[in-house]
């Protein structure tokens, strides 16, 4: 387990701890329920259950000292639509992002579909609540010229040849490949691709499988790293591994793009994600079709994938005026 894995775990575990003399029997059982029917049955990772927890933990919390007394299910069933607001203003004063309550309302709102499809407790109040309001943000990618140059620096930033070739290796991943950062660390080694291998079977959200082509240089990065990799990895052991040999954390190429930032001058926005987002911007400036890009992405919706368009808007009407018959006219 990643160091990033055990501290989503303490924190959920926190919570569950804090709501237990909130919570009556029946709540509590109904509570454990649904964090097992994340796990289980929507497949949600660990990362996503146990920020759903806190979550919920929150809200839960608040009603209980809004109410003066553990919560039981009818008390659910009958809080009205100004208990839902106060919760939002209580966050609010509290200073946490619109964003960050926008999705624990999401997530309060699950929990009471999942209590009513259950026959637990049914409260129609919630669903009148108005979502905060989310200012839409923009992905912010990487030039053509800052993403090469940081890839070509990454090799350089340890005194371990094989760590750099691991790091790189990775950052190729993210931006050959459009792989989100979760799903790149969770290849196994029998994964690896091998001399020819022109695609990639990828697991992403929700256990959603989708094939991803693999450019040479990305086969050819993997390659040099397992090469120089001191460490044993067996088929069903990760494929990228920390100094010790462990699984290789979020944390750790995190560290490594905070390097590169002030290395380069890049700004703060450049993160191992910022490389998947240079990825589909660069597509779709290079003339990409955008539901093409969703599948690459691994995006359910079109809508997500959308956000791109706003990025890179002088290199889509230059596409435009290049593709359009009537351009010209």
């Known amino acids: 387990m990643t160091d990033a894995a055990a501290e989503d775990q303490t924190a959920a575990s926190d919570a569950q701890s ?10 509590g059982e109904a509570h454990a329920d649904w964090r097992l029917w994340l796990a289980a049955e929507r497949r949600a990772s660990h990362h996503t259950v146990a920020a759903y927890q806190r979550d919920l933990a929150d ?9 003066g007394d553990r919560i039981a299910l009818r008390d659910l069933g009958s809080l009205k639509a100004s208990d839902f607001r106060a919760w939002l203003a209580a966050r ?21 579909r999942w209590l009513e499809k259950r026959g637990l407790a049914a409260n129609p109040a919630v669903g009148a609540i ?13 030039s053509q010229e800052e993403t090469s140059e940081a890839l070509e620096r990454v090799e350089g930033l340890d005194d371990r040849a094989w760590v750099n070739k691991r790091d790189t290796a990775v950052c190729l991943l993210l931006y050959g ?3 989100r950062l979760g799903e790149a660390l969770a290849l196994r080694r029998r994964d690896a691709p091998t001399a020819g ?5 990828i697991t992403g959200k929700g256990r959603k499988q989708r094939i991803v082509p693999l450019l040479p240089t990305v086969v050819a990065a993997i390659d040099d790293y397992l090469a120089a990799c001191p460490h044993p990895l067996p ?11 462990g699984a290789l954390g979020s944390r750790q190429v995190q560290q490594r793009l905070v390097e590169l930032r002030r290395l380069l001058g890049l ?9 998947r987002h240079s990825f589909a911007t660069h597509l779709l400036a290079g003339g990409g079709d955008l539901r093409a890009i969703q599948e690459l992405l691994g995006h359910a919706s079109l809508s997500t994938t959308q956000r791109y368009t706003d990025v890179d808007t002088a290199g889509l009407l230059a596409v435009y005026r290049k593709a359009h018959p009537r351009a010209e006219n």
């Open 235 to 245: 088929g069903e052991g990760p494929l990228f591994v920390g100094i010790r040999g």
């Open 130 to 142: 108005r979502t905060p309001k989310v200012p839409r943000s923009v992905p912010r990618a990487l």
């Open 59 to 67: 809200f839960l919390v608040f009603v209980s000292g809004h109410l």
């Open 18 to 27: 804090s709501l237990s003399d909130r919570l009556n029997r029946e709540v």
């Open 177 to 179: 490949c459009g792989l």
């Open 197 to 201: 291998q022109d695609s990639l079977l």
């Open 92 to 112: 609010a004063n509290r200073g946490l992002q619109a964003s960050s309550t926008a999705r624990a309302l999401s997530v309060v709102r699950g929990f009471f």
């Open 267 to 275: 700004p703060e926005s450049a993160t191992p994600h910022a490389l």
